[in-house]
């Protein structure tokens, strides 16, 4: 199986800006769960969806928000963008519900520049 | 709530010799136990994890942990570095679907 697929990779945006991420689960993963990686804080939770529904949130502005499609793919997006949103933003998939045992398994990232 | 730390930023080892990197869990129901390795530039790589039955728990490039309930611990280890081992590792836990949550992490250096 194909694993998890972040797009792009790379991004540098400018103060002011927005930015939309994609990430793709693995086949037959329903939940996806978007985070933000910085040295400073390390590995922060931003929000899980499932079947087209967010389930979770952490603790985030209103600036971060995501979606997800009928596919399970899903997005987020950043508006406003600010220099301290630059960081490492992890997308996550993981097994249907009733598995024993969530497991999440993360894609390689996009990583963001905020100039 | 359940909440992880793990105890050391950065840990060196020398090639051969022991891996141990130590997390202790908080959790008010029994929880789902995980770690992760991060390279450079990469995302996180799941070693194991626990969730039920036994305590000690193999993952993979020869990393094993163990459920300590009445520690409250997961430590991982190895029993002979390798200098590929070289990375961020980190401790999660959840104690339902996907509320995971994770340790700062630790540095892992391995001295030729």
């Known amino acids: 199986k194909a694993g998890v697929t972040q797009t792009p990779r790379y991004l540098i945006k400018t103060r002011g800006q927005q930015v939309t991420l994609s990430c793709s689960p693995i086949s037959g993963h329903r939940s996806v769960s978007w985070y933000q990686q910085t040295p400073g804080q390390g590995l922060q939770f931003l929000f899980e969806?499932?079947?087209?529904?967010?389930?979770n949130k952490g603790n985030f502005p209103g600036r971060f928000s995501g979606r997800q499609f009928s596919n399970s793919r899903s997005e987020m997006n950043v508006s406003t963008l600010e220099l301290g949103d630059s960081a490492l933003y992890l997308c996550?998939?993981?097994?249907?519900?009733?598995?024993?045992?969530?497991?999440?398994?993360f894609g390689p990232g996009t990583r963001l520049t905020v100039l | 709530a359940q909440s992880v730390t793990q105890l050391g930023s950065h840990v060196s080892v020398s090639e051969g010799a022991l891996v141990l990197l130590r997390c202790n869990y908080s959790?008010?129901?029994?929880?789902?136990l995980f770690w992760y390795v991060q390279y450079p530039n990469q995302g996180l790589q799941l070693l194991l994890k626990y969730t039920t039955g036994a305590t000690l728990v193999k993952g993979i490039n020869g990393f094993e942990a163990e459920f300590k309930k009445s520690e409250t611990s997961f430590h991982l280890t190895k029993p002979s570095a390798h200098m590929s081992d070289a990375a961020e590792y980190f401790c999660?836990?959840?104690?339902?679907?996907?509320?995971?949550?994770f340790g700062a992490g630790t540095r892992l250096t391995v001295k030729p």
């Open positions: 959790s008010s129901v029994p929880p789902y």
């Open positions: 996550a998939s993981s097994l249907p519900e009733g598995s024993i045992g969530p497991t999440q398994y």
């Open positions: 969806y499932f079947s087209e529904t967010q389930r």
């Open positions: 999660a836990v959840s104690a339902s679907n996907n509320d995971m949550r």
